[in-house]
T-cell receptor
Framework: GNSVTQMEGPVTLSEEAFLTINCTYT??????LFWYVQYPGEGLQLLLK?????DKGSNKGFEATYRKETTSFHLEKGSVQVSDSAVYFC??????????FGPGTRLSVLP | NAGVMQNPRHLVRRRGQEARLRCSPV?????VYWYRQLPEEGLKFMVY????????ESGMPKERFSAEFPKEGPSILRIQQVVRGDSAAYFC?????????????FGSGTQLSVL
């Protein structure tokens, strides 16, 4: 079955540091890939997505590129802010299938 | 446009009582998903419904748990005879379709506490 693996957290960074959160997946066919973010006390929000190989999703300074050859969708940001502190979930969805979420990675950004 | 509305936001029940969690999807969305999140853990899929039909309930315990999404009104997740282990955040999400590009819209969740 489909699955998503993420790097374990928590990740603690200083403000303006570079962020990478690794995500790899196992899936049949050509799924769409997503990053969701959950701020404290809230539900998940879509951060970015990519629907085919080599697509790059981007939003709010975050980027992730759909790499079919390495089955990866790593999340990056060049300069994190305290307000980026949240839990980040990598997810995939194949045609006619349910979403599959990774376990989440907690990010804490210190001033 | 209103997003996914869940209520109550917080629900406290004693062991053995029933818990009813409500979810109104985004207007026009006919696909609803329920997830459970335990502290410091990821989302666990419970059930997927499409108006009046349960499509996939593979993540929902066979006993005490049930879900519905009637033609009119919100989706309901019902937990009978709650136990302490049911304490968790329950999130509802909706989507307009099941195609692979359709994103999910999440509610703010219901925090269930079982005393």
């Amino acid at each position: 079955g489909n699955s998503v693996t993420q790097m374990e957290g928590p990740v603690t960074l200083s403000e303006e540091a570079f962020l990478t959160i690794n995500c790899t997946y196992t899936a049949t066919g050509y799924p769409s890939l997503f990053w969701y973010v959950q701020y404290p006390g809230e539900g998940l929000q879509l951060l970015l997505k990519a629907t085919k190989a080599d697509d790059k999703g981007s939003n709010k300074g975050f980027e992730a590129t759909y790499r079919k050859e390495t089955t990866s969708f790593h999340l990056e940001k060049g300069s994190v802010q305290v307000s980026d502190s949240a839990v980040y979930f990598c997810a995939l969805r194949g045609y006619g299938q349910n979403f599959v979420f990774g376990p989440g990675t907690r990010l804490s950004v210190l001033p | 446009n209103a997003g996914v509305m869940q209520n109550p936001r917080h629900l406290v029940r004693r062991r053995g009582q029933e818990a009813r969690l409500r979810c109104s999807p985004v207007k026009g969305h006919s696909h609803v998903y329920w997830y459970r999140q335990l502290p410091e853990e990821g989302l666990k899929f419970m059930v997927y419904l499409q108006k009046e039909n349960i499509i996939d309930e593979s993540g929902m315990p066979k006993e005490r748990f049930s879900a519905e999404f009637p033609k009119e009104g919100p989706s309901i997740l019902r937990i009978q005879q709650v136990v302490r282990g049911d304490s968790a955040a329950y999130f509802c999400a909706s989507s307009p379709s099941r195609d692979r590009e359709g994103k999910l819209f999440f509610g703010s969740g219901t925090q269930l506490s079982v005393l």
